[in-house]
């Protein structure tokens, strides 16, 4: 009987998608938790990776580790909050390389928060972190997809509004919000052969994460699931792999669980 406690399988005995090899790729929050996890993935089918973060040690570790790669991938600064240096800089990538074939819109921020203390201020900062970047960054990328015939954008989304977790009314809005928007991308998008999708991860195993959660809490989680196992961020890459490459050419429109069925 399969081990659902044992992590992934080893890269070389994973899924490999030829259609990915080359390709560029754009990783929001990428420095750490799921968007490292998603760097190493696309990394490791050759495609060209540049991840944008603001946790500079966490970025610049993670390059490093992984410079021997066909492609190393590409650390770049951009706080997502400040629109114009993200789309400055989208543009001026794309002006030295090209346009990006996939966007994965990865960052975000799940600060635990009451109603009572949420105020103007800290609702537009909580908007700003975890939806506003993520149409902004689309919108940058999209004419470039227009222009060579197609590209893949993949939003993050999170099974905590769809279980109404305590404590993140304004994280929960933004999640559900990237679902609808998802959608709208799709629609608008689809005649000129751009899809759009979003993974709804459950809960993850990242040091992020261990920060909220004991491990009686975990092992709550755990017991919650369908499956048994803990999710680690490779788990996520995986299906973000697939939905990225030329195998699900005809997949848009939709939501992706990866949440060991946590309902």
Same mark, same amino acid.
């Given at each position: 009987?399969?081990?659902?406690?044992?992590?992934?399988?080893?890269?070389?005995?994973?899924?490999?998608?030829?259609?990915?090899?080359?390709?560029?790729?754009?990783?929001?929050?990428?420095?750490?938790?799921?968007?490292?996890?998603l760097v190493e993935g696309f990394v490791a089918q050759g495609a060209r990776v540049t991840f944008f973060d603001?946790?500079?040690?966490?970025?610049?570790a993670l390059a490093e580790a992984l410079s021997g790669a066909e492609h190393p991938p590409v650390f770049e600064?951009?706080?997502?909050?400040?629109?114009?240096?993200?789309?400055?800089?989208?543009?001026?990538?794309?002006?030295?390389?090209?346009?990006?074939?996939?966007?994965?819109?990865?960052?975000?921020?799940?600060?635990?928060?009451?109603?009572?203390?949420?105020?103007?201020?800290?609702?537009?900062?909580?908007?700003?972190?975890?939806?506003? @970047? *993520?149409?902004? &960054?689309?919108?940058?990328?999209?004419?470039?997809? =227009? /222009?060579?015939?197609? +590209?893949?954008?993949?939003? #993050?989304?999170?099974?905590?509004? @769809? *279980?109404?977790? &305590?404590?993140?009314?304004?994280?929960?809005?933004? =999640? /559900?919000?990237?679902? +609808?928007?998802?959608?709208? #991308?799709?629609?608008?998008?689809?005649?000129?052969?751009?899809?759009?999708?979003?993974?709804?991860?459950?809960?993850?195993?990242?040091?992020?994460?261990?920060?909220?959660?004991?491990?009686?809490?975990?092992?709550?989680?755990?017991?919650?699931?369908?499956?048994?196992?803990?999710?680690?961020?490779?788990?996520?890459?995986?299906?973000?792999?697939?939905?990225?490459?030329?195998?699900?050419?005809?997949?848009?429109?939709?939501?992706?669980?990866v949440d060991a069925g946590w309902r």
């Amino acid at each position: 009987m399969h081990d659902l406690q044992a992590a992934p399988p080893p890269r070389d005995q994973r899924a490999v998608y030829p259609s990915l090899r080359g390709k560029r790729v754009l990783i929001t929050g990428g420095g750490s938790g799921i968007g490292a996890g998603l760097v190493e993935g696309f990394v490791a089918q050759g495609a060209r990776v540049t991840f944008f973060d603001i946790a500079e040690a966490d970025s610049h570790a993670l390059a490093e580790a992984l410079s021997g790669a066909e492609h190393p991938p590409v650390f770049e600064r951009v706080d997502l909050t400040h629109i114009p240096a993200l789309q400055a800089t989208i543009q001026r990538l794309t002006d030295s390389g090209g346009a990006f074939d996939v966007l994965i819109n990865n960052a975000g921020n799940d600060d635990r928060h009451t109603v009572d203390q949420v105020t103007p201020d800290y609702w537009d900062n909580r908007f700003a972190v975890n939806l506003r @970047h *993520l149409f902004f &960054a689309a919108q940058s990328v999209i004419p470039g997809m =227009k /222009a060579q015939g197609g +590209g893949v954008i993949v939003n #993050l989304g999170s099974i905590s509004w @769809h *279980l109404a977790l &305590a404590e993140l009314p304004l994280y929960q809005t933004c =999640k /559900a919000a990237i679902e +609808g928007l998802t959608r709208s #991308l799709a629609r608008d998008l689809g005649p000129d052969n751009i899809r759009s999708v979003c993974i709804v991860p459950g809960n993850v195993k990242t040091p992020r994460q261990e920060k909220w959660y004991t491990p009686e809490g975990e092992a709550e989680i755990v017991a919650a699931q369908c499956l048994k196992g803990r999710l680690v961020p490779d788990d996520i890459a995986a299906m973000a792999l697939f939905l990225a490459s030329d195998d699900a050419r005809l997949v848009t429109n939709h939501e992706y669980f990866v949440d060991a069925g946590w309902r």
